[in-house]
């Protein structure tokens, strides 16, 4: 089949193809760029380029997408176009186009129709007008399977390309020559809420673009199975593109305006000092600096720049006790269940409870520290240890799944040649498989670890205290919890009053800064830039975390690898 | 359970004499210490510290035996956690239960919560309907594009690409939750009351959406793992076939980890169901049924989640406090039946595929 001349011809065909396709798809990648931008605010709406208003440049961007997808689309059907379209354009495609279709049907029997469910207060009587809801939800479903059966039906480069065309080319046309401008609102009858123009056109013009970069893409490729691969490559990645850049915007905020905070007042004192921590005492050598946020306590009325300092170490202290709590417990039950008995019946039930224990929400572990722990620990008081050990619960399922991954990961010759040189099964459990399981658990605890230490919900059950405490002592009491402990010869023997007392930590100073209503000192910081600079710092302590367990596993799997 | 002798003649033989009487006296310095902490008694350090005692005797004399003891008693402490969770839920939430009946879950017209009243309404239907709403809205985000991240980067991204965006997805996945509901709230939500002009400053979309993205990563994470467990072997066979990597990833990879891939999306809706913090911040924390129910920018604002977190700290017992018991009860069936679910579609596609991959 494949002579010198069928390349010849085909490379020609493919030749003229790109010359339309590769601009058009360079505008709607651009658009869709745009639209991204404009919907996050980060270019105006009405900002204007080449001398026109933006919106009217995204309406002709689009106009020209749907009128260069349709036109290309009957072209390769009348032949004037080669390609090797298929029978049908695929049931994704149609279910993601007539999904779209289904949602401007509703939009138009909302607009023209008018849709309106009332609730005549004082009686049972549902009052309409307009149409009603089940039978506009009925209509737009029809405008779905409408859409859905216009793609599938038909030949591939017909389906794929005109009900997309028929989007874009109404959009694009009532927003360059209205009614469809930054002005226009829509006001659907189910709800009270005004969806203006400025917001729902640049989120139109985003998605229509994204469908229009999809259907390029496909025609690029003249359709069949390597179009539908460009396409779907193209579609999959502009819009994960799109969403690490929500997500990496994200991360930008807090860590731009929260910088804002913490630097207030800081400065860098030069090396060679030493930089002493408040209430634990340890020096740091090397340089000293001064941070105020950091090192200050968040109230009290000497303090000229209030800090989290009381709310890092209650949450170095909860870590503490967390790991006290399930470390332990997690090896000790993964090595029985791993060494000790056969795989079976106790296995799977401790399986289940293990996978449930992961499932169960926070706040169900803080409703149950509340009923059992708080009464019988702090005499019904939140306080440090119950809230030690509720987090201390919270980590146990992923301690013990991940240490038992690694001991069952463990090849079974080295049990075998320990056995053999006739050390006993503990023995071999302590100085063969434990070493070489440690990476796995590491790893595994390290990530966990991050985990508690953002948790907030069962804080505000068993833990929490003052919104703003002065002290810099993670709990309310004031004072240290090493210096605590007292012994005695009447029973409990140890006790620690610093332990049932309640306090903060950094993702409770957080929740409270949004819930207190009012700044531990407005003049220095409002409201909400003590919250940014608190979640700049919790989001360190925890990335940071993070950032070793990820770092650690990659080095532990490199070094599994090359071995 | 009918070799139960046979085991104990076992462990008697096999087990040297001191070992068992450490064994036999640690189970019951163990329940006697579990039985006084139970009743509530502060004396119940007495018998831990005597186990302590006894492990340190026994580590000396009997090593292997005590750690083996030790290792059980984990293990036993473990699903005794579980059981106790479950076990103090319900009986903290069956006031709640017998009071409301049917209505506690079932009922369409208020007032649906009158505390600190005993004798009031207490019904969980409006937060039913709030968690369905976030929820739904959660996984419309986190499913899709959470599915189609994980695609990206298992089949398409390339290696240098791909070293660098897993661990960043992973990281994403830790920013604590209450760090989402402090931007969603000072951002999310001032957007949508500035420009959509919402009757309250809180609705459950905003919510949604910021639910959504958080349990993003999760989802994307979850079913890489799973899509890039698919052997290479399958996807070589289709490829050798002449199969685009498109129709590979479709119709032999994706298929192939549909477990896994499933999953993830469970996980990512069990997430989004169980989160609290950001939706406390984010929801106007007013009960009520919108209307019509999908309403999702109307003025109210409460789910299973947020109740317990609004109003558990300072709930005074009584009718009140069994009422969000019961409301962690249902959250607790809901996310475990979802759990449950995920384990046996991972099961099923196990048995189903373990034998050809």
């Known amino acids: 089949m494949s002579t010198i001349d069928d390349t010849g011809v085909v490379a020609g065909v493919a030749r003229l193809r790109n010359a339309t396709t590769l601009p058009t798809m360079a505008l709607s990648l651009l658009t869709v760029l745009m639209g991204w931008l404009v919907l996050f605010q980060q270019v105006g709406e009405t900002n204007e380029y080449l001398g026109l208003p933006i919106v009217e440049l995204f309406a002709i961007s689009v106009l020209v997408q749907g009128l260069a997808i349709g036109g290309l689309g009957v072209a390769s059907y009348v032949g004037a176009l080669q390609s090797t379209s298929d029978r049908t354009a695929g049931l994704f495609t149609g279910a993601f186009v007539g999904s779209l279709w289904a949602v401007v049907t509703a939009v138009l029997v909302t607009v023209v129709a008018g849709l309106r469910m009332v609730y005549w207060p004082g009686s049972s009587v549902w009052i309409f ?133 913490l630097s207030t007042g800081a400065s860098f004192d030069g090396w060679g000092g030493r930089l002493v921590l408040p209430v634990v005492d340890w020096a740091v050598p090397w340089f000293d600096a001064n941070l105020p946020f950091v090192f200050n306590q968040p109230g009290g009325l000497f303090v000229d720049v209030p800090g989290v300092w009381p709310a890092i170490l209650g949450t170095i202290w909860l870590v503490i006790g967390a790991l006290v709590v399930a470390v332990p417990l997690g090896i000790g039950a993964a090595i029985f269940l791993t060494e000790y008995v056969e795989r079976g019946r106790i296995t799977q039930l401790v399986e289940i409870v293990t996978n449930g224990l992961w499932s169960t929400p926070s706040i169900v572990f803080g409703l149950f520290g509340m009923a059992f722990l708080m009464p019988r620990l702090s005499n019904g008081g939140r306080s440090m240890i119950v809230a030690q050990l509720v987090l201390g619960f919270m980590l146990l399922p992923l301690v013990l ?42 790893t ?46 009447q029973p409990p023997f140890i006790t620690n009053s610093a332990l049932t007392e309640r306090g903060t930590a ?25 919250g940014w600079g608190t979640a700049l710092v919790l989001l360190l302590v ?21 071995e | 359970m009918t070799d139960v002798p046979n085991r104990i003649r076992d462990y008697r033989q096999r087990t040297a004499p001191g070992a068992i009487a450490i064994h036999v006296l640690g189970a019951a310095l163990f329940v006697a210490a579990a039985g006084l902490f139970w009743r509530g008694s502060g004396l119940f350090g007495v018998p831990l510290l005597g186990m302590v005692g006894l492990t340190a005797v026994g580590w000396r004399t009997h090593q292997g035996e005590t750690a083996r003891g030790l290792t059980l008693l984990a293990a036993a402490l473990t699903v005794s956690v579980m059981l106790l969770i479950v076990g103090y839920l319900l009986v903290h939430a069956r006031d709640a239960f017998e009071h409301m009946g049917v209505e506690l879950l079932w009922m369409l017209e208020g007032p649906f919560w009158e505390p600190p009243s005993p004798e009031g309404n207490y019904s969980l239907t409006p937060l039913l309907v709030g968690t369905a709403l976030t929820t739904v809205i959660a996984t419309m985000v986190a499913a899709p594009i959470g599915i189609a ?11 240098r690409v791909r070293v660098v965006v897993k661990p960043g997805v992973e990281l994403l996945a830790g920013i604590p939750s209450i760090t989402y509901g402090f931007v969603g709230l000072v951002l999310v939500n001032q957007y949508f009351y500035a420009q959509f002009q919402t009757p309250t400053i809180a609705s459950y979309f905003a919510a949604g959406l910021m639910i959504g993205l958080m349990s993003l990563p999760t989802v994307v994470s979850v079913a890489e793992d799973a899509l890039s467990a698919v052997p290479e072997s399958m996807k070589s066979g289709s490829l050798a076939m002449g199969s685009t990597e498109w129709q590979t990833t479709k119709s032999v990879t994706i298929p192939a980890a549909f477990s ?90 196990y048995r189903k595929l373990g034998g050809e991959s």
Not at chain 1, 165 to 190: D, K, R
Not at chain 1, 452 to 481: D, R
Request: with cysteine; net charge neutral; aromatic share 10%.
């Open chain 2, 149 to 159: 991240g994980a695609v990206f980067l298992s089949e398409m991204a390339p290696e």
């Open chain 2, 260 to 349: 896994g891939v499933s999953a993830a999306v469970m996980l990512g809706v069990g997430r989004a169901m169980g989160e609290t913090m950001a939706a406390t911040v984010m929801l106007s924390h007013s009960k009520g049924i919108p209307v019509p129910f999908f309403d999702v920018f109307s003025r109210y604002g409460e789910t299973l989640t947020t109740v317990i977190a609004q109003e558990a700290p300072n709930a005074t017992g009584g009718m009140h406090e069994s009422a969000l018991f019961a409301a962690g009860v249902v959250l607790f069936v809901s996310v475990m039946s979802l759990s449950i679910g995920a384990q046996y579609v991972e099961w099923r596609m």
């Open chain 1, 129 to 261: 007008s307009g149409i009603p809801v089940p039978l506009g939800i009925l209509l737009s479903l029809l405008g779905g399977v409408v859409g859905f059966l216009a793609v599938v039906l038909p030949r591939e480069d017909l389906g794929a390309t005109l009900p997309v065309s028929a989007l874009l080319v109404p959009l694009g046309m009532f927003a360059l020559v209205g009614p469809l401008t930054l002005p226009w609102t829509y006001e659907p009858g189910w709800t009270t809420v005004v969806f203006p123009g400025s917001e729902v056109l640049p989120f139109a013009f985003f998605v229509t673009s994204l469908l229009g970069c999809w259907t390029l893409a496909k025609i690029s490729e003249g359709f069949g199975a390597t179009g539908r691969q460009r396409g779907a490559y193209y579609l999959i990645g502009v819009s994960v593109a799109a969403t690490l850049g929500v997500l990496g915007m994200l991360v930008y905020f807090i860590v731009d305006k929260g910088f804002a905070t």
């Open chain 1, 444 to 489: 595994g605890v390290i990530l966990g670890v991050g985990r508690i230490a953002g948790e907030t919900a069962p804080l505000l059950l068993v833990f929490g205290g003052q919104p703003y405490p002065s002290t810099k002592s993670p709990v309310s009491g004031g004072k240290g919890i090493l210096e605590s402990f007292s012994f005695s010869l």
């Open chain 1, 506 to 530: 950094l993702p409770f100073q957080l929740y409270t800064s949004i819930t207190a209503g009012s700044s531990p000192k407005p003049e220095v910081f409002s409201l909400s830039e003590f």
């Open chain 1, 401 to 442: 799944i991940t240490s038992r991954e690694a001991i069952i990961s463990v090849p079974d010759e080295y049990r075998d040649a320990s056995a053999a040189l006739g050390v006993s099964r503990w023995k071999t459990v302590r100085s063969v498989v434990l070493p070489a399981a440690m990476p796995g658990v590491i």
């Open chain 1, 542 to 562: 925890v990335m940071g975390f993070f950032a070793i367990g990820v770092a650690s596993r990659l080095y532990f799997r490199r070094k599994l690898n090359y």
